[in-house]
């Protein structure tokens, strides 16, 4: 076949294909989905017998052809429409070829397996405190466009980092949990993160959960969460708010949340972790990247920093930082700021407990309707605010700078 034309049978008609130039033979490799025994690239499977003696038997066509298409994954256009059984072999046939950790193929192939089979390629993806791994496969990473949870803990992200386009992009739309707790990122982070959702109405239209603890933010950061339409759980802890009732009014005035006084499981990282056929093909990227020579790594470390951070001082700040965490449960307890949005019939029986218990107490009563008059006018605000407002509260100068870049 090196020196044969290859045609091609398609809706029928029969065109001769140019250009193409097949993998060669690769040494033979295991993986956790195929047998090991079995030769790669042969048409045969070598087997013993009850007395001893070798013998072989001829491999199925659908077995020789999964083989050479996975040989030959770069060369792939589209796998929209084949059934998932099908995709399922190719992706481990491929992930035994060693594809996805091949820099020239990896990113094509999970593209290409994500736009046909989205979810089950990667569901979930858990990099938490994974900070060299998420910047030396930054590009393979972005290909994995229906994560509904992505755990982005102590990566240390910065307040620009390249990954923030894309948390906002159309292609994580499915996005459900993002913790990016951790990062160093402060408030001008978060109105950077945030920026594309505010100005053009994209981006995090599923959000969820949100964990920004143990990030330097304010309360002027709240603010910037207040297009997140969805929002139902903030984790806030180890950050500039301190615990009382004026953050607690302005988390319920502002994002529609109280104050949980007891940890909430989703912020515990008991139920983030990686899931998904691309799960074992993470597992190699960092056994991979940790088998490198220690000086090269370094070298790669700091080089891949200066290009993402693109400010030296700054990097070397960033690197030298370790992730926050608590020193004793009391601190982390302490320090725990947990809020979520109530059900909507414990507003209502809220509401109607004063008035219905007590009808000679009439400032409590003055003030209920005070609290929901203001509630009413701040969800009003929230679902179609003036847009003379939009433009002086949300259009910042480095709003427009960012505007005008896109």
């Given at each position: 076949?090196?020196?044969?034309?290859?045609?091609?049978?398609?809706?029928?008609?029969?065109?001769?294909?140019?250009?193409?130039?097949?993998?060669?033979?690769?040494?033979?490799?295991?993986?956790?989905?195929?047998?090991?025994?079995?030769?790669?690239?042969?048409?045969?499977?070598?087997?013993?017998?009850?007395?001893?003696?070798?013998?072989?038997?001829?491999?199925?066509?659908?077995?020789?052809?999964?083989?050479?298409?996975?040989?030959?994954?770069?060369?792939?256009?589209?796998?929209?429409?084949?059934?998932?059984?099908?995709?399922?072999?190719?992706?481990?046939?491929?992930?035994?070829?060693?594809?996805?950790?091949?820099?020239?193929?990896?990113?094509?192939?999970?593209?290409?397996?994500?736009?046909?089979?989205?979810?089950?390629?990667?569901?979930?993806?858990?990099?938490?405190?994974?900070?060299?791994?998420?910047?030396?496969?930054?590009?393979?990473?972005?290909?994995?466009?229906?994560?509904?949870?992505?755990?982005?803990?102590?990566?240390?992200?910065?307040?620009?980092?390249?990954?923030?386009?894309?948390?906002?992009?159309?292609?994580?739309?499915?996005?459900?949990?993002?913790?990016?707790?951790?990062?160093?990122?402060?408030?001008?982070?978060?109105?950077?993160?945030?920026?594309?959702?505010?100005?053009?109405?994209?981006?995090?239209?599923?959000?969820?959960?949100?964990?920004?603890?143990?990030?330097?933010?304010?309360?002027?950061?709240?603010?910037?969460?207040?297009?997140?339409?969805?929002?139902?759980?903030?984790?806030?802890?180890?950050?500039?708010?301190?615990?009382?009732?004026?953050?607690?009014?302005?988390?319920?005035?502002?994002?529609?949340?109280?104050?949980?006084?007891?940890?909430?499981?989703?912020?515990?990282h008991s139920t983030c972790k990686t899931e998904g056929w691309a799960e074992q093909v993470v597992n190699q990227w960092?056994?991979?990247?940790?088998?490198?020579?220690?000086?090269?790594?370094?070298?790669?470390?700091?080089?891949?920093?200066?290009?993402?951070?693109?400010?030296?001082?700054?990097?070397?700040?960033?690197?030298?930082?370790?992730?926050?965490?608590?020193?004793?449960?009391?601190?982390?307890?302490?320090?725990?700021?947990?809020?979520?949005?109530?059900?909507?019939?414990?507003?209502?029986?809220?509401?109607?407990?004063?008035?219905?218990?007590?009808?000679?107490?009439?400032?409590?009563?003055?003030?209920?309707?005070?609290?929901?008059?203001?509630?009413?006018?701040?969800?009003?605000?929230?679902?179609?605010?003036?847009?003379?407002?939009?433009?002086?509260?949300?259009?910042?100068?480095?709003?427009?700078?960012?505007?005008?870049?896109?």
């Amino acid at each position: 076949m090196d020196n044969s034309a290859i045609y091609v049978r398609e809706r029928g008609n029969l065109r001769r294909v140019s250009g193409i130039v097949l993998a060669q033979p690769k040494p033979v490799s295991s993986c956790r989905r195929t047998n090991p025994l079995v030769l790669r690239k042969e048409h045969f499977i070598f087997t013993y017998n009850a007395e001893g003696s070798l013998r072989y038997t001829t491999k199925s066509l659908f077995d020789i052809t999964l083989l050479f298409v996975a040989d030959n994954i770069h060369h792939v256009d589209s796998l929209v429409g084949f059934p998932e059984q099908i995709g399922d072999r190719l992706f481990a046939a491929a992930e035994e070829n060693r594809a996805f950790l091949n820099a020239d193929v990896s990113p094509k192939a999970l593209r290409l397996f994500s736009d046909a089979y989205g979810e089950m390629v990667l569901g979930s993806l858990c990099l938490r405190n994974r900070f060299p791994l998420l910047h030396e496969r930054m590009d393979e990473i972005k290909t994995f466009h229906s994560l509904k949870s992505l755990d982005l803990f102590g990566c240390r992200l910065g307040d620009d980092h390249e990954i923030f386009l894309h948390l906002t992009s159309s292609s994580l739309a499915s996005l459900i949990q993002l913790f990016i707790g951790g990062n160093c990122l402060s408030d001008a982070g978060l109105q950077r993160l945030t920026a594309p959702v505010r100005i053009m109405r994209k981006g995090l239209e599923r959000l969820q959960f949100l964990d920004v603890s143990y990030n330097p933010i304010s309360e002027r950061a709240l603010r910037y969460l207040t297009c997140l339409p969805k929002l139902e759980k903030l984790d806030a802890s180890g950050t500039s708010l301190k615990l009382g009732i004026r953050l607690k009014t302005i988390i319920q005035d502002l994002l529609g949340l109280i104050y949980s006084e007891k940890p909430l499981e989703t912020f515990d990282h008991s139920t983030c972790k990686t899931e998904g056929w691309a799960e074992q093909v993470v597992n190699q990227w960092e056994t991979n990247g940790s088998q490198m020579p220690k000086q090269k790594k370094i070298e790669e470390s700091r080089t891949s920093a200066l290009r993402f951070f693109g400010r030296q001082k700054f990097v070397r700040e960033v690197l030298n930082a370790a992730p926050l965490v608590c020193e004793s449960e009391e601190e982390a307890e302490r320090e725990r700021l947990h809020f979520y949005r109530p059900a909507a019939h414990s507003h209502v029986s809220e509401k109607r407990t004063p008035s219905t218990t007590n009808h000679h107490a009439k400032p409590s009563w003055h003030s209920v309707r005070k609290r929901q008059r203001q509630s009413e006018r701040c969800e009003s605000s929230h679902q179609s605010p003036p847009a003379k407002r939009l433009s002086s509260s949300a259009l910042t100068a480095e709003d427009m700078d960012l505007l005008n870049s896109y």
